[in-house]
């Protein structure tokens, strides 16, 4: 009797670890799959500001530090930074744009870190008028307190629209 108990007690302790494996697996995955929701929705959040022109709505994604290179190479350093250059810039030439993003790829670097690499297609640029202005974007999104916002981006227009 005493052998067949601790055979089980052997055979639940060699369980452990797998048990405990499988589960760090199935969190892990359930914790990259709801991190990846909230990274999608923050991309289409996004396109609704850019597309209302709500540029307080935009700044918000980014986190209070958070930096934007323009694709002319200009750093924007701060969310307050960022909103007043967009807010600037929505009351002129982007007056009439509209922007669709489409992810390309989310890579997590880490538990609270990923990079985001996004194809972007805006219309209603006044410096091109009638034509589809294209961009890829890298976005550094990162956890802080619990919450996923933008830590750093980048834009970088296709080669036909950056000599103009």
Request: net charge positive; glycine share 6%; aromatic share 10%.
């Amino acid at each position: 009797m005493q052998a067949l108990k601790s055979l089980s007690f052997l055979i639940i302790l060699f369980s452990l670890p797998f048990c405990s494996a499988g589960q760090q697996s199935k969190h892990a995955k359930s914790r990259s799959a709801t991190d990846s929701t909230q990274i999608v929705a923050i991309i289409d959040n996004w396109q609704k500001a850019w597309n209302s022109h709500d540029m307080h709505a935009f700044a918000n994604l980014f986190h209070e530090d958070g930096i934007w290179v323009l694709w002319n190479g200009k750093v924007w350093k701060g969310r307050t930074t960022i909103e007043e250059g967009l807010a600037e810039v929505h009351k002129t030439i982007f007056r009439n744009s509209t922007q669709k993003k489409q992810i390309e790829e989310i890579t997590f670097v880490g538990a609270e870190a990923a990079v985001v690499r996004l194809h972007s297609t805006l219309t209603g640029d006044e410096r091109y008028p009638d034509k589809v202005v294209e961009s890829r974007n890298l976005l550094v999104i990162t956890k802080r307190k619990n919450i996923w916002k933008i830590g750093w981006g980048q834009n970088t227009r296709f080669p036909e629209f950056t000599n103009k």
